[in-house]
C-alpha cells in the first residue's frame, strides 16, 4: 500500500462532456460550461524561465571546470553560458567526458551546445580539439555509446547545478543552441536583453489570439529574429524508440483497464470499514494479517474498528480512529484494476480528500443510514454535501453510493428510499446525471451486499441491483489524454535507496519512458527518469491515469515539492502566479470583494491566493457579460477574476487540459467557489 504523505492539496482529475454540467451551487442550476470557459482568450507566455538582468548564478557545483577555464578569459556572461552548456552536455554524458574537452568544444562553437555535442561525439573532430589523449579516449567510448542506446542518460550525471537568484526559483537562461521550438521554451539570454524579447512573444502570441493593444511591426520582426538566431542543429543522439502506447495500453493487464476510485463522505460514515472489509472478502487482505488487527484492535478496546485498520495506516489514525490521510490500494475486478484511495473524512483534512478526489476518475460516496447521522452528514456543515459537491467540482461524473449500516436499520427500505431521495435531489443539483449515480444498500461490517449479492431475505425482499463490487465494475472508464504533452502532478517525494530520490502522482497527459528527459516546473529544473514504478512493478512506460512513482537522477531532490508538474522538456506546462478564471461562487455568507483571501487547492498544490480584480459577472449559461468590474460577488454567480498566488504555481488552461485546468477556492475552513483557468498571465 502506498500512501501520500506530505499532502499540501489536491489535483482533479477526469474530464467532462461539453455538455456537462459541474459544481453548481445547491439552490442554483447553473454551469460553467467549458465551451464558454474556452471562448476566453489567454496570451501565451513562456517566459518563466526568462532571467532578469542583474540575478546572479551560484556556480558553486562547477568547481571541477574552473581549472579547464582558467585557461580563457571570459566575460561574466559567457562563462555563464559555457556553463549552461557544460550542465546540459553533462547530463547526457555523464563524466567520463574530461571538462577541457567539452569546455574547448563549447567555446570553439561559440557556444552552441548541439555543435560542440557533435565534435565530442565524433572522434574525427575531437583531432580538431586541443585535448589530451585520455580524453579523446574516453569521448570516443562515450560517442559509441551515446549514438548507440538511450541508457546514456540514465548514467547519473553529476550535473553542474545553476541556482538562480531572485523571486522566481528559475533555473537561468537557456543552453545556446537549443531553439525555443526544439525545448519548449523560449528561453533568452541576457545579453540579448530579456525584456525586449519578451515583450515581443507575448505580443505576438496576443495577435494570434484577440489583441487589445496592437504591437508594432518592430517587435514582431524582432520577436521572429530573436528565435531564428541560434543555428537549431538536430540532436546527435540516436531517438528513444517510440512505443505504441496505446496498442501497448490494451495489451496491458490482461486488458483490464484501470480506474482511479475515491472513496468520500461524512466522518464516522463507515468508509474505511467498508473498503477494508471489501478488501478482505475480495482477498487482498490474508486472513492472517486480518487475524492481526482484529487481536490488536480488540487489545486497544476498538475492536469495531479492525476492518477499518485495513485502510488506515498510520498509529495516530489508529488511535483517533479517523482517517487523516489518502490511503491508497490496488484491487481487481471482473473487467477492471482499481487503484482505490481511502479519503479522510474529517472536515480538518479536506485539503487531503481533495488531493484524493482530484486523483479520481470515480468515487463511492458513503453514507450513514442510522437515524440522526446520515441527516448529522447531510446538513450545511457536513461532509456528505461538501464531499459530494467537490468530487463533482473536480470532474468526478459518476458516482456509487453506498447506504451503509444498513444492519442498524434493520435493512428498512422505507429508510434507504428516503435517503436516496434526499440524497438523490442533491446529487443532481450539484451536477451529476442521474443515470450516473447508483445508490446500494451495504453494510460495511458484516460485509453484505459488498463483494456478492447479498442473499438475505431482508434486502433481497425489495433490493435486486447490483452490489458494490459489481457497481464499480460497471463504472465507465474516463477518456484518457494520452495524445497530449506529458504532465505528471507530484503527489508525494521521498528519497529511495539507490540513486536519485523519487516523486509519486498521477500521469494526467501523455505518457513517459524510461530514461525520458524530463522537466519539473515551477522550479524549472530539468532531470533524467530512470525508473517507473506502477503499482509496485518496474515498468519501461506509463500513460496518462496511471499512479506511478518515478525515480529520478539529475536533479537535487529539495528543488521538488508536492504541487510540481513534471513536464517534457519540449512541451512545457507554465508556471505564474497570475492568472485569470471563471469561477462559480458556492454557498457563502461573506460577499467576494477585492483582495479577498482564499486557499487555492490546484492539483497537489494549497497555496494562499487572493482575489485580485473582479473582472465580470457573467450570465450562468451562456456566459456573457452582464456586469463589468463588479464591487462585489455573492452565491451562486458565475464571474470572470484575476487570481494571485504567493508563491509561483504550474497551471495549464482549462480549454487545453481539462485535467488540469480546474481549482477550488476555500476560505476560511469552507469551500467558496470552484473555476476554471482561462487565462494565463503572468
Ligand atoms: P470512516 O470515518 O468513514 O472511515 O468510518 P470508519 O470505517 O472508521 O467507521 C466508523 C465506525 O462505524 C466504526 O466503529 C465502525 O465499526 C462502524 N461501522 C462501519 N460500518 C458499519 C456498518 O456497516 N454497520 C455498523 N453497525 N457499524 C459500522
Redesign the pocket.
Known sequence: MARHRNVRGYNYDEDFEDDDVYGQSVEDDYCISPSTAAQFIYSRRDNSSAVEPGQEYDYGDLKDSSSSLSSHQLSAVDQARLYSCLDYMREILGEAVPDEVLVEAVLQNKFDVQKAMTVVLEPDKMQNLKVKSEGARSTGMIAKDTQSSRSDSEIVPKVAKMTVSGKKQTMGFDVPGLTAEENGHSFHTPHKGPHSEDTSIASSDVLETVSKSVPSAHTVQASEEQSSTPTPVKRSSKPKQQIDVKAELESRQGGKQLLNLVVI?H????????MGHMLYLLGNVNKRTMHKYEQESKKAGKA??AY?WVLDETGEERER???MDVGMMKFETKTKIITLMDAP?HKDFIPNMITGAAQADVAVL?VDASRGEFEAGFETGGQTREHGLLVRSLGVTQLAVAV??M??VNWQQERFQEITGKLGHFLKQAGFKESDVAFIPT????GENLVTRSQSGELTRWYKGLCLVEQIDSFKPPQRSIDKPFRLCVSDVFKDQGSGFCVTGKIEAGYIQTGDRLLAMPPNETCTAKGITLHDEPVDWAAAGDHVSLTLVGMDIIKINVGCVFCGPRDPIKACTRFRARILIFNIEIPITKGFPVLLHYQTVSEPAVIKRLISILNKTTGEVTKKKPKLLTKGQNALVELQTQRPIAVELYKDFKELGRFMLRYSGSTVAAGVVTEIKE
Do not use: P, R
Not at 267 to 274: M, N
Open positions: 463522505g466522518v464516522d460514515a463507515g468508509k474505511s470499514t467498508l469495531s474498528f477499518a480512529g479517523v482517517t473524512g458513503v451503509n449500516k444492519d442498524q453494510s460495511g461490517l458484516s
